[in-house]
């Protein structure tokens, strides 16, 4: 017969009745004690001092159940066999901090001890060795649309469209602290754009978006992670500041930081996903969108045993904050080097940054209609965006010196010498005269150099002493610079005389006479 314990109040009961009156064998048959007990309990309360004429109090019935208590517990067999072994159980246990399930399969391999895991861990927990639990405490209530807690998690495989075949498919569960209402997005990446595509669909599904929003370690969301101050991603820490939402990160292994969405991967695994028939990704997303609204939002959840549901439309949608339904313009973000062209190269296209950044690292975001480049959280240049393989050029990014060459301007150039001096203007505009005056470029800069060298006044000189001779030629210009004859006279023949010749005879010296 097993063996079955009187309770404090199976003794008063007892008691009672026999003050009542009634016999043994009635109070065993009413009680459902047998009468052994019966007598034993009124004879321990006789030698109390308790009669009929009076009840017991609850010390004297107290004092009734602890003498009344069987002797204790014989070790067992798996005891005294484990006993044997106790300095090598706690040596495994304590100093090299085991898994029970680790310890009971080395007694039987190295041991030959063959017991049970229960066995195992009432030894264990009899002495101590186990570490102490915290406890779990149960947290103040959230407000409605305060707090979502998000988990991303492995679901399965799904055939990928694009390729054909199986590839491994994560799902992002959302879920509403107040209303415990859920929404599922599986992907095939868990990389920043698929979360941020994810968040989007949630708030769409929810028509708001919450407050504080919990979400997971992974390495595309937090850059660094730390229990007090982690490091979020940078773009998503952006797209939380343009939805409206504060970003709450989980410590790395602490399930206790979102323990509302801790089993809802596994719970949409085996209730959703397994022995599902899905043609691909998106249709697979159809299914768990009409699942989430039709299945697990009328559900009656196991702790509020209300319908997640109908609490998320009675009470929490109308405290989210508004969602505008515009999709997010997804930046990104680079660190390139400004190379020594005055340009960065970004997502395979160029764009130019002003040249006093030449040879330094400078960020770079970009979405789709601008490129923003930043030098020390400065706005330094802003460019529209650009294909890959293409140029978006600011020639006043150039050095001043260098930028007519590079925009092939001889204006410039006749500018320029104009300014250096007035003949040197006039030499310049005819040596960039013609069909194709860039062709000329690099002399004229040559010439603008020379006042560099030699000076302005010098080079004026000898740029009038060329063009009165028509030699439109740098290289005479510069050698006149050379051998310092430009300050010579003009020795130019009179119009009307002509040039003497070297053996000049008169006419008649040409005269043959027969």
């Known amino acids: 017969m097993a063996y079955r314990e009187v309770r404090d109040v199976d003794i008063g009961e007892i008691l009672r009745r026999w003050q009542g009156g009634d016999s043994q064998r009635q109070i065993a048959a009413s009680t459902g004690v047998s009468r052994n007990t019966v007598a034993k309990y009124i004879e321990l309360a006789g030698e109390a001092g308790i009669g009929r004429d009076r009840p017991a109090t609850e010390a004297e019935l107290a004092s009734l159940h602890a003498q009344s208590q069987l002797p204790g517990r014989q070790r067992g067999p798996t005891e005294a066999l484990l006993s044997q072994h106790e300095a090598q159980l706690q040596d495994w246990v304590c100093r090299e901090h085991m898994q029970l399930t680790r310890v009971h399969e080395l007694l039987r391999q190295r041991l030959g001890v063959t017991v049970s895991y229960k066995g195992l861990y009432r030894f264990v927990l009899a002495r101590d060795w186990l570490p102490a639990h915290r406890g779990t405490l149960r947290m103040s209530p959230t407000k409605p649309g305060e707090v979502v807690e998000t988990d991303f998690g492995y679901l399965g495989r799904i055939t990928d469209p694009l390729t054909g075949r199986l590839r491994k498919a994560w799902a992002f569960v959302p879920v509403l602290v107040f209303s415990r209402h859920m929404h599922v997005t599986i992907t095939f990446r868990q990389d920043i754009a698929a979360a941020i595509a994810a968040f989007d669909a949630a708030w769409a599904f929810f028509q708001g978006i919450p407050r504080r929003v919990v979400i997971d370690n992974f390495s595309a969301a937090v850059d660094k992670a730390n229990n007090y101050d982690p490091l979020l991603n940078r773009v998503l820490a952006e797209y939380s500041q343009h939805r409206g939402f504060i970003l709450d990160p989980a410590r790395i292994r602490h399930p206790k930081d979102k323990p509302h969405t801790e089993r809802g991967v596994p719970f949409v695994r085996e209730r959703f996903f397994k022995g599902g028939i899905f043609r691909d990704i998106d249709d697979a997303n159809r299914q768990a969108e009409a699942w989430c609204r039709e299945i697990a939002g009328q559900r009656v959840h196991g702790t509020t045993r209300r319908q997640p549901l109908a609490v998320f439309e009675a009470i929490e949608r109308p405290a989210l904050l508004p969602w505008d339904s515009v999709p997010y313009d997804l930046p990104n973000w680079a660190r390139p080097k400004v190379a020594r062209d005055y340009h960065i190269s970004f997502d395979k296209a160029l764009y130019s940054v002003p040249e006093r950044y030449r040879g ?92 560099d060298k030699y000076g302005a006044e010098r080079v004026d000189r000898a740029c009038a002493r060329a063009v009165e001779y028509g030699l439109v030629n740098v290289f005479r210009v510069e050698k006149m610079l050379q051998l310092n004859i430009e300050q010579r006279a003009l020795d130019l023949p009179l119009e009307d005389e002509p040039p003497p010749g070297r053996f000049a005879l008169p006419g008649s010296a040409f005269t043959v006479q027969p």
């Open 360 to 451: 330094r690292r400078v960020d770079v975001r970009g979405d789709r209609q601008l490129v923003r480049v930043y030098w020390c959280g400065e706005l330094i240049k802003t460019h529209p965006r650009k294909a890959p393989g293409e140029r978006s050029t600011d020639y006043n990014d150039y050095p001043a010196h260098r930028r007519a060459y590079a925009i092939r301007a001889p204006e410039e150039c006749i500018r320029t010498g104009q300014q250096q001096g007035e003949h040197i203007g006039q030499f310049v505009s005819e040596l960039l005269a013609g069909e194709f005056p860039w062709a000329r470029l690099r002399q004229a800069y040559k010439c603008l150099r020379l006042a």
